[in-house]
């Protein structure tokens, strides 16, 4: 099995990134489900929300919100890369294996 390109593992962390906290905001606001503890597990830039305790919707309360998904979007981009790069010199191994050229 081949490993997808580098290009579509990258559109699946800006597309997680992004998806995963406007997801929890919109469940969160019609209280669909309540958000705990696990929401620095898939948002890990949330702790930058507690800025906006005290400023409701204010275009500071925007601006942090923006730039807590852009920094999610960053963080899901980069570990989705290192999966990638792990695959892809994993899948090299195991390829100069079958063939006798071992790394």
């Given at each position: 099995?081949?490993?997808?390109?580098?290009?579509?593992?990258?559109?699946?962390?800006?597309?997680?990134?992004?998806?995963?906290?406007?997801?929890?905001?919109?469940?969160?606001?019609?209280?669909?489900?309540?958000?705990?503890?696990?929401?620095?597990?898939?948002?890990?830039?949330?702790?930058?929300?507690?800025?906006?305790?005290?400023?409701?919707?204010?275009?500071?309360?925007?601006?942090?919100?923006?730039?807590?998904?852009?920094?999610?979007?960053?963080?899901?981009t980069l570990v989705f890369s290192?999966?990638?790069?792990?695959?892809?010199?994993?899948?090299?191994?195991?390829?100069?294996?079958?063939?006798?050229?071992?790394?």
């Open positions: 099995m081949s490993l997808p390109r580098l290009r579509y593992a990258i559109f699946c962390g800006v597309t997680l990134g992004f998806v995963v906290p406007v997801f929890v905001m919109v469940g969160a606001r019609f209280r669909v489900f309540s958000v705990g503890e696990w929401l620095l597990f898939i948002w890990p830039s949330s702790i930058l929300l507690m800025a906006t305790e005290n400023l409701g919707y204010s275009p500071e309360a925007f601006g942090i919100v923006a730039m807590s998904i852009g920094a999610n979007i960053i963080l899901y290192l999966l990638w790069s792990l695959g892809w010199v994993f899948q090299r191994w195991r390829l100069s294996l079958r063939d006798g050229t071992t790394i």
